[in-house]
């Protein structure tokens, strides 16, 4: 399920730092081209079709802060394109919006929080979602997608476009950051729990996907999904292909 | 299976890296105040470093630096939301042991502290905690990985707010691995000697070369002052910013905390760092790393 050259490839994208040159050819569309070492995923390489039928789908991935490298290899192995999410006109040009779906990353939820206000992404991230953009959360993506967050950090906002409320670090310090197995209703996986956040008050309209014990780790409304782990860091593909398959709400 | 049946592994290898996954992209700063830390959290540190003295009062003040007193790291962690990191002097596993029982998120086995040991780093397999190491070179990178290291930093000469060490220091690692990666397209049995003068494992050496890239995170640190220093840093290959004295031994530090974490965000658009830039006032005055004689540069410590 988690083979090791899986842990070996988290630093490999993290440190793939022709930085700058490397984040260009991304935003310009173009596979860094770096070679792959992990297994093959089961699915790699399909193609997914979009609703509109004009091929593999454009997923942004919000880039201010955290792991968005693991985000793009993965959607990249599914078959979709990756643009890099900073500013409100990577969003959106003058020729319309420029993705298909979204991708929220882990990182610091409070630092992605102020990034977004302070450039202007809040706002037209905010629309994008509301009027529909599948969009997958991932640990600070989750919190930033509720609707309260419990214990935020002063100041602190999020973007209120799924029904839950979530609790920041609620399994405990970097100590009890886990790799675990998770039955979901989409299927098992395995993924990683870092600093983890956890849903603690669910709306009506918000169906559960997988409970660690007794809490809520993982939940869908609409074209809205929201986990409270990682699945990039083991390569669980699960989450990102219902993301791929997921219509415009 | 029974789905309350969950199979938990902490501490792994993955679960150490991934935290330093997610500092990617932000700032990392010394506080050395729970205050301190709550102006860090607002201005939108990714983590803060806990610590007694920022290294430059280490630096003027002199003596023997130790880690800090378990009641502040204690406070800086109840004060923030964050991940809090706290420093272990060089090989002083029982610092690290105390470090790892107040539950700080990361430890920094940092040259900044004087060294505990002076022939042998901290046995880092032996903590569910991860560890971020400094490092000067490739050689010194990977034989703190094989020891344990979750996350690297590059040295640089902390407490001066002279960026020139931290650019060497990123520059050596980055070159010494393109040359690693061409070694191994062209000779590849030219490996095993490579290893031997990076002194560092054969396994990892073969690792870096065939992905060009380190198995974890490199940070980058020491003397980092600006917007523009750290935006420097990140276009320079560095995945982050370690910023210490620069930040509260500056004019303006909520100001210039913020501008520092946007210019690293926005690293490659000089409009975006110009304009974080502005109005910050008085950096850390600083010392030049020509000025500071051999016995006090804490990057040649480590081993």
């Known amino acids: ?249 | 299976m029974d789905p309350m049946t969950l199979t938990v592994t902490t501490g792994s290898p993955l679960v150490k890296r991934g935290l330093a996954e997610m500092l990617k992209g932000g700032v990392i700063m010394d506080v050395v105040t729970p205050d301190q830390a709550r102006i860090a959290e607002d201005a939108g540190a990714v983590a803060v470093m806990a610590l007694e003295r920022v290294p430059a009062d280490i630096r003027a003040q002199g003596g023997v630096a130790r880690m800090s007193d378990p009641d502040l790291i204690a406070e800086i962690i109840e004060a923030v939301s964050i991940p809090v990191m706290a420093k272990a002097r060089i090989g002083h596993f029982v610092e690290a042991q105390v470090l790892q029982h107040l539950k700080v998120d990361y430890i920094d086995e940092s040259e900044v502290l004087s060294p505990a040991d002076y022939a042998h780093h901290i046995d880092k397999h032996a903590f569910t905690v991860p560890f971020v190491c400094g490092a000067t070179n490739l050689g010194e990178a990977l034989r703190r990985i094989a020891e344990g290291a979750a996350m690297i930093r590059s040295k640089g000469e902390a407490g001066t707010g002279d960026v020139s060490e931290a650019t060497k220091h990123i520059r050596t690692i980055r070159h010494e691995i393109a040359v690693l990666k061409a070694t191994y397209a062209s000779s590849p049995d030219e490996l095993y000697v490579a290893a031997k003068e990076l002194q560092a494992p054969y396994d990892l050496v073969r690792e870096v070369a065939e992905s060009g890239t380190l198995p974890v995170v490199l940070f980058t640190a020491g003397g980092v002052a600006t917007p523009a220093d750290a935006a420097l840093m990140m276009q320079l290959g560095a995945d982050g910013v370690f910023v210490g004295s620069g930040i509260f031994k500056s004019g303006d530090p909520t100001r210039r905390a913020a501008a520092i974490v946007k210019a690293t965000a926005l690293f490659s658009d000089p409009a975006a760092i110009a304009e974080a830039s502005r109005g910050l006032g008085e950096a850390m005055v600083g010392i030049s790393v020509a000025d500071l004689p051999a016995p006090h540069r804490l990057a040649e410590r480590g081993w």
Do not use: Y
């Not at chain 1, 994208?13 to 070679?35: C, E, N, Q, W, Y």
């Open chain 1, 1 to 249: 399920m988690n083979p090791t050259p899986v842990t070996s490839g988290v630093g490999a994208v993290a440190s793939d730092a022709l930085g700058f040159t490397k984040v260009a050819d991304l935003i310009r569309g173009r596979s860094g081209g770096r070679p792959q070492r992990r297994a093959a995923l089961p699915g790699q390489g399909d193609g997914v079709e979009l609703p509109g039928g004009r091929g593999s789908p454009t997923v942004g991935v919000l880039a201010l802060q955290g792991g968005v490298q693991e985000h793009v290899r993965l959607l990249q192995e599914l078959g979709a394109r990756t643009v890099l999410v900073r500013v409100p006109a990577d969003l959106e040009g003058a020729d319309g919006p420029r993705v298909d779906a979204l991708v929220l990353p882990g990182g610091e939820s409070s630092t992605i929080d102020r990034l977004l206000r302070s450039f202007g992404t809040f706002e037209p991230l905010r629309r994008a979602i509301a009027d529909g953009v599948p969009t997958l959360g991932t640990c600070a993506g989750l919190v930033l997608l509720a609707r309260e967050v419990l214990d935020a950090a002063p100041g602190q906002r999020s973007l209120g476009v799924l029904d839950v409320a979530v609790r920041r670090n609620a399994f405990g310090p970097q100590l009890d950051s886990a790799e675990v197995d998770l039955a979901t209703t989409l299927g098992p996986a395995r993924v990683a729990f870092i600093r983890a956040p956890r849903v603690e008050a669910a709306g009506p309209q918000v169906e559960v996907l997988a409970r660690r014990g007794q809490g809520i780790v993982a939940v869908r409304q609409g074209a809205v999904t929201g986990v409270a782990f990682h699945p990039e860091l083991t390569g669980e593909p699960l989450f990102h292909r219902r993301l791929l398959a997921t219509r415009r709400g």
